[in-house]
């Protein structure tokens, strides 16, 4: 989970009107030109987990997510900034979002308008820390978001798999982190930024990227 910036609305949302339609009526090809948006703003990658929207063939395993349910909120139904493209595991991110009981929707952290980095530190065993410098509020709505999407299960898969994405960048975790320790910061800055750059993109970005933090 990272900062997203949200691109501006596709055209065809406008069609559509809380009241008048329901999603069900949004047609394959307005679909797919919501999905154009989504990918602008959040690539390959679920909103929610970093995990990627596309099969081994190359196929979207992915649906467009509404932030705020539009079963609870309907008038939010068609609203450009409600929506982000989720993965379709059952037990974690929008799947699992839509199956909790009822929550303060302003509770979970949203990631085109809050950074996530303020709220957590991803650790390279796969787990997620919640920032202690946070106010009493902000780590309940932390703990909210981890528990509203299911993000850090102590048994779910998607520690391991962070744990797995994050492997291959500890060695240069650790000659970053010495580097730091002993050049000043204008020596060893461009090959941290180089590297930062190199993972945009990629699965687990975000878990990625705080391991090579120095």
């Not at 820390?129 to 299960?153: M, Y």
């Not at 204008?186 to 993109?201: D, H, N, R, S, T």
Request: glycine residues 6%; negative net charge.
């Amino acid at each position: 989970m990272h900062k997203l910036k949200r691109p501006q609305s596709p055209s065809c949302l406008s069609r559509y009107q809380h009241g008048r339609d329901n999603w069900s009526l949004v047609t394959p090809e307005d679909k797919e030109k919501i999905w154009q948006q989504l990918h602008a703003m959040q690539g390959n990658l679920c909103a929610y987990c970093e995990s990627s929207l596309l099969t081994q063939s190359g196929q979207r395993d992915a649906h467009i997510e509404h932030f705020q349910q539009k079963g609870k909120d309907p008038k939010a139904t068609f609203e450009w900034s409600n929506l982000f493209g989720s993965c379709n595991r059952k037990i974690s991110c929008g799947r699992h979002k839509d199956t909790r009981p009822a929550y303060d929707p302003a509770l979970p952290i949203k990631m085109d308008e809050e950074d996530p980095d303020h709220f957590f530190l991803f650790v390279s065993d796969g787990t997620i820390a919640i920032n202690a410098e946070l106010s009493e509020p902000e780590k309940e709505r932390a703990q909210g978001t981890l528990v509203i999407f299911n993000l850090d299960a102590k048994h779910g898969a998607l520690r391991q798999m962070r744990k797995n994405a994050v492997q291959g960048y500890l060695q240069t975790a650790e000659e970053l982190a010495e580097m730091a320790a002993v050049f000043d910061e204008e020596e060893w800055l461009p090959f941290f930024m180089a590297e930062i750059e190199a993972i945009k993109g990629l699965p687990f970005e975000t878990a990625i990227r705080h391991t090579l933090m120095p």
